[in-house]
């Protein structure tokens, strides 16, 4: 059995961001330093994940759709899956 937690998409930051495509491999640390220096939001208080997005401004970059929710919204329900020994496999937004 596969248990994903499905946070809204009105409780989360989601926006669409260009990375470099030198840095394709690390995308989630990209977007990690660009998180704490362009939001109030420090990297340990949110949980982050992205996407890529079909087409891109140029050939030296890649589109990617950025997620970013407060962990205050996630740290109590995996808390308490993991106190009844249920492992959630993901955590996903939905809209």
């Given amino acids: 059995?596969?248990?994903?937690?499905?946070?809204?998409?009105?409780?989360?930051?989601?926006?669409?961001r260009e990375v470099p495509a030198a840095a394709s491999n690390r995308i989630g640390e990209v977007l990690?330093?660009?998180?704490?220096?362009t939001t109030p939001?420090?990297?340990q208080d949110v949980r982050q994940g992205w996407r890529r997005v079909t087409g891109s401004a140029n050939a030296a970059s890649l589109l990617v759709e950025h997620v970013v929710?407060?962990?205050h919204l996630s740290?109590?329900?995996?808390?308490?899956?993991?106190a009844l020994g249920v492992p959630i496999a993901a955590v996903?937004?939905?809209d």
Avoid: G, T, Y
């Avoid at 059995?1 to 009105?10: F, G, I, N």
């Avoid at 990690?32 to 220096?37: G, H, I, M, S, V």
């Avoid at 740290?75 to 993991?82: F, G, I, M, R, S």
């Fill in 75 to 82: 740290n109590p329900v995996l808390a308490e899956a993991a």
């Fill in 1 to 16: 059995m596969r248990v994903v937690l499905v946070l809204p998409a009105s409780a989360c930051l989601i926006r669409q």
């Fill in 41 to 43: 939001f420090s990297a």
């Fill in 92 to 94: 996903d937004v939905i």
């Fill in 32 to 37: 990690a330093l660009e998180l704490e220096r």
């Fill in 69 to 71: 929710a407060k962990r």
